[in-house]
């Protein structure tokens, strides 16, 4: 076998379809890593198979119109050879299809269709192209206002899978080269996995060795989990457990741990530090890096997070490399467009200048400060004061675009300069001292006044900036748990937010209201109302960010409050889901069973979209499970109710309260709907009906005041409605006056 050199990054044709074939082992983007399985508690919400939004009910939506996905936003592609593609800002419509490239032209890929890949930088050759490639067409589950999703998958330049089988069976080429020595079958499936090798002479293959099984957990390991799977809302047994495989640096028992505990709480920043940090001592750096990923993910307003992991980036890549450079500055570009409107985001600002100014791009640290200066933050004013001395310390043609600095130059105007001085008259043969030998006043003077311009017209931002500043301070300065805790917040803090909340809607900017409510949440969120005030600020905006809030909501922090789930089961009846809406319902009833207002939603449901036979089997339901208790006399109400108003069926729904009264006879609720469905019909036709309704209940074991109201109800009805003077006279006398009190029955 003759070894060949590594060869670089090339397109080759092969048939009809484009192949990226990557020889060497490095990798310039991020690949593809699973997310963490969903909860439990999300089969049915939306997350699995049944959502119509496709996302996984574990991906959570982050509503920015430059990154809707956090993903995605984390995702940097390497930049195109002969082209200068400064951060994130002209990566985010790359989108490359799972599993294999988009197809060039109109053909369609392997893993896309014809009209959603992207074309990609380069001929066959490896030239570099003319035109940037297209944007993205949007995703069917984002907001249509938005700009196209980055996709999450890696760029053509990295491997998807970080250890590829030699002999992959999935993913086939559609139209594979011919093979020397062909299949027997004449038309193969292309989407079947090859058949098993045989052994020679029809023999059956031996059969592979069992895979190894994982050393199993300590007792103590098991004990600490037990505690935690038993109480998983004992936030105390959770950190009790983590504290433990921290401490005896268990991989596998703290992966599985961490993932569990994050399914239940992914607000904790905290622990997402831990997790990495362990991975990076016990697994890899790439292990590491893929933690923080998912927990950006979870938290994307998290400023530690993202310091943590653009430092952890740092360290992992080569600076020598020119797409190092550009992995940091996508990181950086990523966390601004997640974090960068947060208040007290000065840190990752700084962090973000001080790494360009180290790289001696003083243009990038202008135009990140022309960013920062109109951005309400903490340290506005120190952020002002940086930008001046930026300024005066460096000619203008360094931190200046030469579009700027020109357009500078015309403001100033030509204008007449002083003259030369003239100096004495020098003697024939001798030179003239030569040009540039010594100061050149005029152009310093140019410089300062392009400085003092520079200022100027910032000064303007600097001065609005502030004011929006002042409106915000004592709003921040009322917050003082910004992380996520179990324990209750003081009721001081929750009016602030409220407030806050308030005045930023009113305000009118979206992207400012939508960032507060994500950091608001961090801090309250296991507190309901604000949940609700998200998703209906959010409902008339974009339907799929009100989706994805409720999916967070009721998914990971509020998997038990029945209020969030029913609005979000109205929410998606609303948007026509009607399953979805069912699914919810079905749901959070098989894990909070029991909840009368959860069953009669359902029933509703059905009897809203003509499904009467459904409904009337969930009341009959309901009423077998809670037979000889209350709940379940309030059942056989709702259901003769309906029976009688939408089936208009007055017997059958007498029969049923009848049933219902003697099972339970003291029940006065089922006297009274049962007199009041009396009275409802015809009363020269029913009073028979009515009057057995009224002795039944004057003959039962009722309290004395109930057989009060019933004795009072049965001489009105007699006034009113009664077809015989006797009946009411002989009512008088064997019950008496129901004023001064009952008396003996006849």
Known sequence: MVLHPPKPLRLVRRSRYWFILVYTGLYWCFPRWAAPASPSCLSGYGGGSGSRSGRSGASLWFPLRRYSSMAG???????????????????????????????????????????????????????????????????????PGSDPIPDPNPDPGSDPNPNPDPNPSSDPDPNPDPDPNPDPDPDPDPGAAPPPPSAPNGAPPPAEPPPEQPPPFPPEFQRLWGAAQGSPHDFGAWTELLAYVEQEELLEAARRAFDAFFQRYPYCYGYWRKYAELERRLGSARSAQQVLERGLQSIPLSLELWLHYISLLQSSLDPARPESAQRVRGAFEAALAAAGMDFRSDKLWESYLEWE???????????????????????????????????????????????????????????????????????????????????????????????????????????????????????????????????????????????????????????????????????????????????????????????????????????????????????????????????????????????????????????????????????????????????????????ARQVCKVQKNLGRARKVLEEALEKDPENARLHANLLEMEFGADVGQNEGNTMSCLERALRSRLPHEAKLLFSQRRLEFLEDFGSSIHSLLKDRTAWGDPKKGLGAPP
Request: with cysteine; charged share 30%.
């Open 357 to 639: 100014r180290e790289r001696g791009d003083l243009r990038a640290v202008t135009a990140i400060y022309d960013r920062l200066l109109s951005m309400p933050t903490q340290l506005y004013s120190h952020h002002w004061e940086r930008f001046k001395a930026h300024v005066l310390q460096h000619p203008p043609g360094a931190i200046l675009t030469p579009e700027e600095l020109l357009w500078l130059r015309s403001k100033l105007g030509p204008g007449p300069g002083p003259e030369p001085p003239q100096g004495p008259e020098r003697p024939p043969g001798e030179e003239e001292p030569r040009a540039g030998a010594g100061p050149e006043p005029q152009e310093d003077l140019d410089q300062e006044k392009i400085r003092e311009l520079v200022i100027s017209m910032r000064q303007q931002i600097h001065a609005q900036n502030e004011a929006e500043v002042s409106k915000r301070w004592n709003f921040e300065d009322g917050i003082k748990r910004p992380y996520f805790h179990v324990r209750p917040l003081e009721r001081a803090q929750l009016r602030n937010w409220r407030e806050y909340l308030d005045f930023e809607v009113a305000a009118g900017s979206q992207e400012r209201s939508i960032v507060l409510f994500e950091r608001c949440l961090i801090a309250c969120a296991l507190y309901e109302e604000f949940w609700v005030k998200y998703t209906r600020y959010l409902e008339s905006r974009t339907v799929p960010g009100a989706r994805s809030v409720f999916q967070r909501a009721c998914g990971f922090h509020l998997p038990r409050k029945p209020n969030i789930h029913l609005l979000w089961a109205a929410f998606e009846e609303k948007q026509g889901n009607v399953d979805e809406a069912r699914r919810i319902l079905r749901s959070f009833e098989a894990a909070v069973p029991g909840l009368a207002m959860v069953r009669l939603r359902r029933v509703s449901l059905e009897r809203r979209h003509g499904r009467v036979a459904e409904a009337e089997a969930l009341l009959l339901e309901a009423m077998r499970a809670n037979e000889g208790r209350p709940l379940g006399s309030f059942y056989a109400v709702k259901l």
């Open 73 to 143: 936003a984390l995702r940097v592609l390497p930049p195109a050879r002969g082209r200068h593609l400064p951060g994130a800002a002209r990566c985010r419509h790359i989108r490359v299809p799972c599993g294999a490239m988009a197809a060039e032209g109109p053909e369609e890929g392997a893993g896309g269709s014809a009209g959603t890949g992207e074309a990609m930088d380069g001929d066959g050759d490896g030239a570099p192209s003319a035109e940037p490639p297209p944007p993205a067409a949007p995703d069917p589950g984002s907001d």
